[in-house]
């Protein structure tokens, strides 16, 4: 089928237009009442009541009644997940995010995509308007099936912006990694009640997040994600973090949870991240591949709607007696469908992660990524799209390359009926989040919630909760008048004392310094990966051992991922860790007002060379580590309320 004939139809005439929403009214421009008095929304313009418009049937009953009624081309738009620009004069525009790609107007009313991840976002009541319109676009569509807005997370520190955004508008609470640290399922499962209301106020109805890898290796980037080394911790927060978005069961005011990176993400080679070609491999010399399945296990009994796979290649693995194909788990039939499928009895919806088909370039033009299809590097975009779907996949994330999944079906290549299994799945979820009922949300609701003064509240009592003393903290001045601060910004210390410009002058030296990386910038998105070695440059240490000996010093290092704080131990500093705060949160504990409770989430390495040493399957064997994973140093000082 010809991408100009699937794109035609008498409700999709306007698909190039941008559209201004009615705002919240909008639920009622297209609402019914039939003849026994039920509203309900008419998706396909006949003025009847189909089954799949009755909000009073099942989701299953519903499901089968639309998926029946689908064309090829809206099943498949439904297994595409791909990337757009919130606008900020809430217009649905068709400018791509990047070379080659289609922009809003095209992804929903030409390629019926209808599965959408926001990368960049404005203000919240610009949001709303921007997603309402989406939500119009769609309704024009043959049968108006809604858009689901996903994300990854926003509500910490954006330390890489191809896993995660920095709060703006959300309330900042720590990195995924701070939770670990607390260790509270309580505050996590609190923590996922905010975020939800405030992704549901804007309209983000799916969470591509938590990630329950275990940071097995220190120096894999993308620990800060994480729920930590211990799997039986990221057990138990994982299932508080589910409940906490989607409820007990997935309804209208729920966040739908996309757990990743099954079946662990963490076991790197050389802590290499396989976005880029030279982290292809996971490999599991210590033989604990069931150690990294088990969150997954846990996140799937919690009910979680989705899981994503990672890129990475198994090498060497054999389960059960069978060996395990080399190829990206994205393609990888044995452990999606064998695994996941059958001898876990997983029924929920599998969305690969972003780009396993077509290469990626940068708006600019500088950098290029290529497609993260490791072990399948040699086929075509077509075999890839054919290997992923036979696989079990039921989306393709960062694609939107439907005209490819059209064509081998039409072919004989790929039978309708797989399709269709993955479109019950996916359709599913968007009646169990009532979407079909009433896909809209309030400006005035999304300007109030987002932001809500009472959780920036709790998000930064959060953040100073998962703070980590590693040595006690007795040894600070309990008033400091003046202080001397070093990469952390005044303003956060206005009416705690003076600040001073000339280290020597101060009865207290604060330095924040982010954990050592090598800076790589040959690919796309490369730059914002934190990987390499742990260890500080000797030109650090050396300004900071200066520092420290002006005046008694605080060193609060932010731990994204382990670092060698061994330079730092024999020195009179007191030591800190971090793992997403603000410069008030830091200052509030540094200062006596805040106190930190958290405790290790992962070893800290004593050494380079240890580490190189250590097995990346492996928690927790890094020789002689300087500190271990649940360690914190006792402290007997007091809070003093100093503002």
């Known amino acids: 089928m010809s991408m100009a004939l699937y794109m035609q139809g008498p409700r999709v005439i306007k698909k190039l237009e941008s559209h201004m929403p009615a705002a919240s009214s909008a639920v009622a421009a297209d609402t019914l009442t039939a003849q026994d008095g039920t509203r309900f929304r008419d998706l396909n313009g006949n003025g009847t009541m189909e089954p799949y418009e009755d909000p009073r049937l099942s989701t299953t009953e519903r499901v089968a009644d639309l998926v029946a009624r689908l064309s090829l081309a809206e099943k498949a738009g439904l297994m595409f997940h791909t990337q757009v620009v919130a606008t900020a004069d809430g217009r649905v525009s068709n400018v791509p995010i990047r070379p080659g790609r289609a922009g809003a107007a095209d992804l929903v009313g030409g390629k019926l995509i209808t599965h959408l991840n926001v990368i960049e976002m404005p203000g919240p009541r610009a949001m709303a308007r921007w997603q309402n319109a989406v939500q119009e676009l769609a309704a024009q569509n043959p049968h108006g099936i809604p858009v689901t807005l996903s994300t990854d997370p926003r509500h ?3 330390h890489n912006a191809a896993a995660s955004f920095a709060a703006a508008d959300f309330s900042a609470w720590p990195d995924q990694i701070g939770f670990a640290a607390i260790g509270d399922a309580d505050l996590v499962r609190r923590f996922g009640d905010v975020a939800r209301r405030e992704y549901v106020a804007v309209g983000i109805r799916a969470a591509l997040h938590p990630s329950v890898d ?23 927060l994982v299932v508080a973090y589910v409940e906490g978005f989607q409820g007990a069961t997935l309804g209208p005011r729920s966040v739908a949870c996309i757990t990743k990176h099954f079946p662990g993400g963490g076991p790197q080679r050389d802590g290499e991240d396989p976005h880029f070609p030279y982290g292809r491999e996971q490999i599991y010399p ?5 150690e990294h399945l088990a969150p997954f296990r846990a996140a799937m009994a919690a009910g979680t709607a989705g899981l994503m796979p990672y890129y990475g290649i198994p ?9 395990i194909e080399e190829i990206g788990f994205g393609f990888n039939r044995q452990i999606i469908t064998g695994l996941l499928r059958e001898r876990l009895g997983y029924d929920g919806v599998v969305c690969s992660d972003w780009g396993l088909v077509t290469d990626a370039q940068a708006r600019d033009g500088s950098r290029r990524l290529p497609a993260r299809a490791w072990g399948a590097e040699q086929l075509t975009p077509r075999e890839r799209v054919r290997r992923i779907v036979e696989a079990g996949c039921d989306q393709m994330g960062g694609e939107e390359c ?27 979820v968007k009646f169990d989040l009532g979407l079909f009922d009433n896909p809209f949300v309030s400006e005035d609701e999304a300007a109030t919630v987002v932001g809500a003064p009472g959780f920036v509240a709790e998000g930064l009592a959060a953040q100073a909760r998962a703070m980590v003393a590693l040595t006690p903290l007795d040894a600070l001045p309990v008033r400091p008048a003046r202080l001397h601060l070093d990469g952390l910004d005044a303003a956060a210390a206005a009416g705690a004392a003076d600040i001073v410009d000339d280290p020597r002058d101060a009865d207290l030296i604060v330095v924040r310094i982010a954990a050592p990386w090598e800076a790589r910038d040959t690919y796309m998105l490369e730059s914002g990966f934190h990987a390499g070695s742990l260890e500080f440059a000797e030109a650090d240490i050396a300004r900071i051992l200066d520092l420290a000996a002006m ?35 830091v200052l509030d504990v540094v200062l006596g007002v805040a106190e930190p409770e958290g405790r290790l989430p992962f070893d800290l390495p004593r050494s380079m060379a240890a580490v190189e040493l250590s097995l990346p399957d492996v928690p927790g064997d890094t020789a002689d580590a300087l500190f271990r994973a649940g360690y914190a140093a006792s402290s007997t000082a007091g809070i003093t309320d100093l503002r």
Not at 218 to 225: D, E, L, N, S, V
Not at 286 to 290: A, E, I, V
């Open 214 to 236: 275990l940071a097995t290796e220190p120096r894999w980037a993308r620990q800060y994600t994480t729920f930590g080394q211990d799997g039986e911790l990221a057990g138990r």
């Open 315 to 323: 090498m060497g693995l054999e389960l059960h007696g069978e060996p």
């Open 402 to 428: 439907v005209e490819i999944l059209i064509d081998l079906v039409e072919s004989g290549d790929i039978p309708e009926s797989r399709i269709d299994e993955s479109a019950r799945r996916l359709l599913g």
């Open 156 to 158: 910490g520190f954006g």
């Open 286 to 290: 210590g033989g604990r591949f069931d």
């Open 551 to 585: 005046a008694p010093t605080a060193l609060v290092v932010g731990l994204d991922r382990p670092a060698v704080l061994t330079p730092f131990l024999d020195a009179e500093i007191t030591l800190l860790a971090e793992f997403g705060a603000s410069d008030r949160a």
